[in-house]
């Protein structure tokens, strides 16, 4: 069965410091793609990277990047440079389908960015 | 363009009711999925529409159900509710081809207390 493990209940980091978000995915497909999201507190999920099993290089956008080590079947997320406004909870997650439009969560990690 | 718009936002029911949650796609999506998030269970996924019909379904009871609408809008229906079922009730949408790449795009949320 697929499963996604986050294994961080929550971070602490202060102002302009990087953070490492760790994850862990377990998975039979050799298809499937690697999602990270972010929750503020009013709810929505927004997007923040994506990650192939068949991508070469680590996806990174901006101040995330991806670290993709698939033998160790590890999905950490990156945040360079924290803001403030990156306090939120963080959820990863992997597709259930080809499609990429069903997506199983891992339970979260709740950072905090202080200044 | 507008966003994933999901309603109500908020709303109490008791025991044994049911509720009808609705959900406007991003004008041009034909992919509706739905999800639960929950404290203790965290988010987990519901079922997956695609031109009206249900293409993926999570592991949940019969009392969970859903539909699309030619206009790509969904509703899902709870009915009998429990008290586990209060939560946050997630809507995504996409275009819902195949291929990986994010694009996923999540609402607000309609957020269900049941008494």
């Known amino acids: 069965a697929q499963k996604i493990t986050q294994t961080q209940p929550g971070m602490f980091v202060q102002e302009k410091e990087a953070v490492t978000l760790d994850c862990t995915y377990d998975?039979?497909?050799?298809?499937?793609?690697l999602f990270w999201y972010k929750q503020p507190s009013s709810g929505e999920m927004i997007f923040l990277i994506y990650?192939?099993?068949?991508?070469?290089q680590n996806a990174t956008e901006g101040r995330y990047s991806l670290n993709f080590q698939k033998a160790r079947k590890s999905a950490n997320l990156v945040i360079s440079a924290s803001q403030l406004g990156d306090s939120a909870m963080y959820f990863c997650?992997?597709?259930?389908?080809?499609?990429?439009?069903?997506?199983?969560f891992g339970k979260g990690t709740t950072l905090s960015v202080s200044s | 363009k507008a966003g994933v718009t999901q309603t109500p936002r908020y709303l109490i029911k008791t025991r044994g009711q049911q509720v009808t949650l609705s959900c406007s796609p991003i004008?041009?999506?034909?992919?509706v999925s739905w999800y639960q998030q929950t404290p203790g269970q965290g988010l987990q996924f519901l079922f997956e529409?695609?031109?009206?019909?249900?293409?993926n379904k999570g592991n949940f009871p019969g009392r969970f159900s859903g539909r699309q609408f030619s206009n790509s809008r969904s509703e899902m229906n709870v009915s009998t509710l429990e008290l586990g079922d209060s939560a946050l009730y997630l809507c995504?949408?996409?275009?819902?081809?195949?291929?990986?790449?994010?694009?996923?795009?999540f609402g607000e949320g309609s957020r269900l207390t049941v008494l």
């Open positions: 995504a949408s996409s275009f819902g081809t195949i291929g990986f790449g994010g694009e996923l795009f």
């Open positions: 998975t039979s497909d050799p298809s499937y793609g």
């Open positions: 990650q192939g099993s068949y991508d070469q």
């Open positions: 997650a992997m597709s259930l389908n080809q499609a990429g439009t069903a997506l199983i």
């Open positions: 004008s041009g999506h034909r992919s």
């Open positions: 529409y695609f031109s009206e019909t249900q293409r």
